[in-house]
Structure formats: structure tokens, C-alpha cells
């Protein structure tokens, strides 16, 4: 039996969530969505992150932020960013990029890439 693998998206990622909740819902695995980098401070009820996916709304700034929240409250998180830019190769803070616009089955792919 898979273990359920608990997913969090961070940012404005609308057209992406529907189709992506569902794909990780088949597979078993439970998604949490929070809008933005302010909302993820106040979202004290998410326990448990293995894959946070961080989305291209978030400014460079709030990106980097975030992934520093993320690596200090779930230590063992892995981060996918969604990004156009490769500049994130050199920082240790993530662990892997898709480009904007892949599909939720090549999303969710990287996600159980990123757990393997």
C-alpha cells in the first residue's frame, strides 16, 4: 500500500490545482493549497509536507522566504519550484524546477521524482 504523501502548493496556481488535486487524489495523496507566502505563515493546521511546490506568482523575494520557512518547519520537505529562470540550480533551498505551463501529470511526475 503507498503511503499517503502530503503535497503543498504555495501560490497562484488557479488553472493548475483542479487537474493537479486530482491526479494526487488517485494516486492516494492529499494536497494543500495556500495562495500565497502570507497565508502559508498563518496556515499552522498543515502538520505534515513532504513536496511543497512553489509557484511563479511568488516574487524572488517571497520565493526564497518561503523555501526558508519550508526548511524550517519540515526539515525533510523536498521543494519543486515552478519557473521559467534556472537561477535556482546554485541554492540549495530546492531541490528541482519545472518550466510554467507542464502539464499535472508531468507535475505530479517531478513530485514522485523528488520522493524516490
Not at 504555495?10 to 494543500?32: D, F, K, Q, V, W
Not at 516574487?59 to 520537505?77: C, M, N, Q, Y
Request: glycine fraction near 4%; hydrophobic fraction near 45%.
Amino acid at each position: 500500500m503507498k503511503t499517503l504523501v502530503h503535497v503543498l502548493s504555495i501560490g497562484s496556481a488557479e488553472t493548475l490545482n483542479t487537474p493537479y488535486e486530482t491526479c494526487l487524489r488517485e494516486r492516494g495523496h492529499a494536497l494543500a493549497v495556500v495562495n500565497g507566502y502570507k497565508d502559508l505563515f498563518r496556515a499552522v493546521k498543515i502538520e505534515s509536507c513532504e513536496v511543497a511546490v512553489l509557484h511563479q506568482s511568488l516574487s524572488p523575494d517571497e520565493l526564497h522566504e518561503v523555501a526558508h520557512f519550508i526548511r524550517r518547519r519540515w526539515p525533510a520537505a523536498r521543494i519543486l519550484i515552478v519557473r521559467p529562470e534556472e537561477w535556482w540550480l546554485d541554492d540549495v533551498l530546492y531541490d528541482d524546477r519545472v518550466v510554467p505551463g507542464v502539464n499535472p501529470e508531468l507535475l505530479l511526475s517531478a513530485v514522485e521524482r523528488l520522493l524516490d
